[in-house]
């Protein structure tokens, strides 16, 4: 029996250096085994503040053999379960000196992550020496929910920003309804779409109406639609071509209603012609030499460009110029405003792009809302002022009340 | 007097295609001559190439490429030689294109990187000895999906909620190197290489939601607009153009395209130098000539 | 009736979208994800619209026979053949087959060929004139007529050269220098003030549009 189990024992032992696990075997019962470490104390656990749910926060005080001490402890591993004493499921882990971990889980329940809100959870910290199996867990901490929250706490200022904006909006606009005149100063771009529509109608060209690149969800986007608008009705009036291509599908969609409405507003709605809208690619640069070929060969009297514009804007701009065009332009997008201001006669700066619908209607309502722009912007000046002086004598709380938390 | 006003007149307004020729016979000229000029180092540059050089082997670097062919030229050489630094580093890649042309780019470039990863380079005096770059162990290319910002969003949460398959249609679930990685935190690093807008969702809705260390390489005509980022920290390190690809194959001892164009693009600022002095030169002399006539 | 649907769905919706962005709460989210994935379909639609019209508008030159009625016949032709290799390609078995669902498509060699052979170099020379509209006019603009004209030409200058290592590194990095300078003390003020007059502003339009006062998007301008 004897000789059965040596014969057995040098079997198994061959076989195990055939596979390769013999030496780390030897070597690691060679190897001290480290003491188990301290534990991590004070665990606390919160929900995560102002978020959608599913996602806490754990807390401790890290364990005396982290960085000190024995030198122990490698790393933190965080366990949650949904009962105190037993199913601890490990959710994470971080680096020895750490003190804390955010436990974000998904929406999804059928998710390996998902964390159930509203719902009691008891949670451990264990400190961990280079052998896992060497290890100290820390006081069971619980029960804690995590819930979601109605209301971003971290964004007050913007709400109050909005709210004071708001209110400045309306006080404004009902000023203006009551017949009190608002002065705004004028825009030689904005004037200047009216001689170039004339202008139009007096050499028989047509007027070229570009949108950008943009979507149909950009304020860019949005104010040049309006300016669209306003320009299709003259363009109706004086019965002058309009051509309008388009890079977004989307975007040419709402600027079909957009032209047929205001020929129909001008009183001329048999003149709309629903191929003056189009649409030719969601690429920029061939769209750039798409509307480049219509500049060179319908020879327009008059090109617009209003909205969203990227690198194609010089090459629009320098190609109109040669074909001997009127042109216009107006973008929020800071870094093409240089390329407009060389290449075209007229340009719109940022905000005034947002502006002009109520420059060009002239109406008491619009005037109000930019009065109330330009209110806020003074408000904005002085607050910059204040900030200033603030972080110089150090003030801090009043930069706080600014602070928005994402 | 009148004959030198026509000079005067015509150096000020000369006619835009001859600008145009003297550029291009400028540029072809800068790159054939067989000469090279010596290329200064940013600090900004050379913190992305650090960042990646001194990732640990398995490391897994996030590679967005928003551009498309026009902005090739440029963003195409910072691309190829992040590949190659990543690849001969074992470090893997996962990569998009949020820009609809996108992943035809990125596809070309992983093909020609995979290809020269085979032969054995040395670079700083280490040497790497060529290997098999596999898709699905080394790298992943998740693909396109429109409207970027959801696309970033939702990747922060699980990157199989926009992209259930990679690009060539294979579950991720099955591929080798996605297995246990969930969204962005296993990831050590976002590079975003753009010529497009979506370089902006990178930093709101990437970045500035869910905190990844982000670099950009922009097009040299982006390249003043995203500086601030760098300053405000949002941004750990940023290429621009020409000469941030430049860089970073300097930096990688890697020369490539771009260390080739930027001859051409100094030689064409010189050009352009020049017709500014001639056009001012042209200005004040009229001026002047006028002034005199005036009297 | 006609128009007061509309105004009434964007005052909706719009104050929703105010409203979700200062509630995180899981209701909300999963409302405005839902609404996100409206933008998807309506693309998808307005996609389908967009190529009608592309294809309407060049038919009707080519049938017409107007100025430069070619170009419109290359349209539909790249538009078709590009459409045709994209849904079709080779399995792994090598066999020919329609693949509107998957991918095999954008891996068709003839896609790739038309991509990488005609496309690129296309937009890459597209692009590329923008150096040559730049170098015209950077010439044209650049005059030191006064004295911010003559400012903006010698930063710019000093821009440009920032670089020129023929310079030595001594002066390049005093050049450097002086540029970093420029782009983030001027140009970073002059920007920001522009882009705080620009959110001021849309925040003012957007207000306008949910509120129903700006209704040009409508055409009621």
Known sequence: ?406 | MNQNTNIFNKMMSMDRRWVFLLLIIVCVAAYFAPFSIPILIEPEVERVYNFVDTLAPGSIVFLAIDYDPASLAELHPMTYVLLEQCFRRNIRVICTALHPNGPSMAENAFLEVVDSCKVDKTYHGKQFMGREVVNGIDYCFLGYKPYPALVILGMGTNFRLPFPADYYGRPIDSIPMMKGIQNYDQVACVVNISGTSGTEYWISYGQGRFGFPLALGVTGVMGAEYYPYLNSGQIFGYMAGMLGAAQYEKLAENDGKAVVAMKVQLFAHFLIIFFIIIGNIGFFMDKFSKKREGR | MKRQIPVLLVFVFGVFMIFQYFSPHEYSEWIYKFLMDWIYIIGIFAMALGIWSLIHVSYDKIKNKRHDWGYSVVTLAALFIMMFFGITGFDENGEWGFYFMTQEGLTNPMFRNFFNHILVPIETTMFSLLAFFISSAAYRAFRARNVLATMLLVSALVVMLRFNPYFGEAVGLYMNKIAAWLLNVPNMAAKRAILIGIGLGMVGTALKVVLGIERGYMGKG
């Open chain 1, 1 to 406: 029996m004897r000789y059965i189990l040596i014969i057995f024992s040098l079997i198994l032992i061959t076989f195990s250096a055939v596979i390769g696990q013999v030496d780390p075997v030897v070597t690691d019962s060679l190897a001290p085994v480290p003491a188990p470490p301290a534990p991590v104390t004070e665990v606390a656990v919160s929900d995560k503040a102002n978020d959608h749910g599913h996602a806490l926060i754990i807390e401790w005080k890290r364990s005396l053999d982290d960085g000190a001490g024995s030198n122990a402890v490698m790393l933190y591993e965080i366990f949650r379960s949904e009962f105190p004493d037993s199913a601890f499921k490990m959710v994470g882990s971080v680096p020895l000196g750490n003190e804390r971990f955010e436990d974000i889980g998904t929406i999804e329940k059928e998710s390996r992550d998902y964390i159930p809100d509203n719902t009691n959870l008891y949670y451990r910290v264990d400190a961990v020496t280079i052998d896992p199996v060497v290890r100290t867990s820390s006081e069971v901490y619980g029960p804690v929910q995590s819930y979601s929250n109605w209301f971003h706490k971290g964004r007050v200022p913007v709400l109050t920003a909005v709210l004071i904006f708001g209110a400045l909006m309306v006080y404004f606009v009902s000023v203006a309804r009551k017949g009190t005149e608002l002065y705004v100063r004028p825009l030689a771009g904005i004037a200047a779409v009216d001689d170039a529509i004339g202008r139009a109608t007096e050499m028989g060209r047509p007027i070229l109406y570009i949108l950008g690149l943009g979507t149909a969800d950009m304020i860019s986007t949005i104010a040049s639609f309006t300016i669209l608008s306003r320009v299709a009705k003259q363009v109706a009036e004086y019965q002058t071509e309009l051509i309008v291509p388009c890079y977004d599908p989307i975007v040419m969609t709402v600027a079909q209603e957009v032209v047929k409405s205001s020929y129909l507003d001008a009183g001329h709605p048999d003149n709309y012609k629903e191929d003056s809208v189009f649409y030719i690619t969601t690429n920029q640069f061939a769209y750039v030499a798409a509307v480049n070929g219509i500049m060179l060969r319908d020879l327009p009297a008059t090109n617009v460009y209003m909205g969203k514009f990227y690198a194609e804007s010089l090459i629009l701009a320098e190609t109109g110029a040669v074909a001997g065009s009127i042109q216009i332009a107006g973008t929020d997008e800071v870094g093409q405003l240089p390329f407009f201001i060389v290449a075209c006669d007229y340009t719109l700066i940022g905000e005034e792009l947002y502006a002009a619908s109520a420059y060009l209607g002239r109406e008491p309502i619009m005037l109000g809302s930019l009065k109330a722009q330009d209110y806020a912007k003074a408000a904005v000046i002085v607050l910059m002022i204040l900030g200033l002086l603030a972080i110089n004598v150090h003030l801090n709380a009043f930069i706080e009340i600014f602070k928005v938390v994402d």
